[in-house]
């Protein structure tokens, strides 16, 4: 999967790109992203890529010029133009449902504002889809595009150590929070591994996180719950794994 990201700073991005798994991502060849300064695009003597508001108002809005152009030049770039995406507070709220969709695109294009934001007739001429990261204004569109970036890769074939793993995560199949999990030691500072978790009965075990999935997600989220419905064979049913996580050793002795 290939990621553009369009912004006024691409050097914000230089230590990201080189942690962890979007490392070993990049070097299998299972994503790719390019960094492009809007910068590169200005004209004039001054290069200009940001002006003030017309009607007045705080602070100064990127201008279009620099943004169609470098649009125009980036998508041949690659075999498919790509999906072409706007972060801006006023967007489609990013969830994993979104992210979900998002993975399905083979070609991402990143639209990171800055200042006041951009002008409104990017939004208006280019159409693209656009996103907010949450109820919040940050600096600009560069950290919540490397959030964007950090979801959507776990949904790609290969990235993962274990291919299961997003599968069992909150708000991913099931729509719930993810069940509680502990590793060693057994017992910390008088807090103890639940017992059901150290019988090796795989049947308990499971049932055991489904309802400590279900409960939590009550206690914190009740909004993610789904209504119960009344009518007996329309009772939805969560979908059991049919496969467990592998365990982190046996039980210490």
């Known amino acids: 999967m290939r990621f553009d990201v369009l912004t006024l700073f691409p050097d914000l991005f230089e230590s990201y790109l080189s942690q962890s798994l979007l490392k070993l991502a990049i070097q299998r060849g299972l994503v790719s992203v390019k960094l492009w300064n809007f910068r590169d ?107 964007m970036i950090d979801a959507i890769i776990r949904l790609i074939p290969g990235v993962l150590g274990d291919e299961t793993s997003h599968k069992y995560e909150s708000f991913s199949e099931s729509g719930l929070l993810e069940y509680p999990q502990f590793t060693r030691p057994r017992e910390f500072r008088g807090m103890t591994v639940p017992e059901v978790l150290l019988n090796g009965n795989h049947a308990e075990i499971q049932r055991w996180q489904d309802q400590q999935s279900l409960q939590r997600t009550q206690e914190r989220r009740g909004d993610l719950v789904p209504p119960v419905v009344d009518d007996k064979d329309k009772k939805p049913k969560r979908q059991r794994r049919s496969k467990m996580r592998r365990d982190p050793g046996s039980p210490e002795s």
């Not at 995406?85 to 294009?109: F, I, N, S, Y």
């Not at 990017?122 to 204004?137: A, H, M, T």
């Open 41 to 147: 695009w200005a004209t004039g003597k001054r290069k200009s890529v940001d002006d003030k508001p017309y009607g007045g108002g705080p602070g100064m809005l990127i201008m279009c010029p620099p943004v169609f152009d470098a649009i125009e030049a980036i998508q041949p770039d690659a075999e498919q133009p790509g999906q072409l995406v706007m972060l801006t507070p006023q967007g489609r709220k990013l969830d994993q449902k979104l992210v979900e969709e998002l993975a399905q695109h083979k070609r991402l294009l990143l639209l990171c504002g800055r200042y006041e934001g951009f002008d409104d007739r990017i939004r208006q001429g280019l159409q693209p889809l656009e996103v907010s990261v949450g109820d919040f204004i940050c600096n600009g569109g560069e950290v919540p595009a490397m959030l």
